[in-house]
Nanobody, 118 residues
Framework: QVQLVESGGGLVQPGGSLRLSCTAS????????MGWFRQAPGKEREFVAR????????FYADFVQGRFTISGDNAKNRVYLEMNSLKPEDTGVYYC???????????WGQGTQVTVSS
């Protein structure tokens, strides 16, 4: 099993920045990829970014448009999401997720709230 805990959310003004962290524990060696998702009020959860350890690849949702950067350490126990030029529409609960094989993510954190407002 893998446990994921997010931190770093908060209230920020439009145009501001936040850095989210996700700490993994347990059988982290089994993880093939980790990603970030978000859920805005009244909307479905959506993909934000993913780092695929075994292929060394990173992928972002179109709406990121160069504003966010995902990174992590080689031990697969920490993933970050650096968010810049934040917009009110970036408001939501941000979740860290992990998977062992390509496909659905099996492991989820509890989420951290990000609010972008003046």
């Amino acid at each position: 099993q893998v446990q994921l805990v997010e931190s770093g959310g908060g209230l920020v003004q439009p145009g501001g920045s936040l850095r989210l962290s996700c700490t993994a524990s347990g059988r982290t060696f089994s993880l093939d990829a980790m990603g970030w998702f978000r859920q805005a009020p009244g909307k479905e959860r959506e993909f934000v970014a993913r780092i695929w350890w075994s292929r060394g690849s990173i992928f972002y949702a179109d709406f990121v448009q160069g504003r966010f950067t995902i990174s992590g350490d080689n031990a697969k126990n920490r993933v970050y999401l650096e968010m810049n030029s934040l917009k009110p529409e970036d408001t939501g609960v941000y979740y860290c997720a992990g998977r062992r094989v390509p496909g659905s993510y099996e492991y989820w954190g509890q989420g951290t709230q990000v609010t972008v407002s003046s």
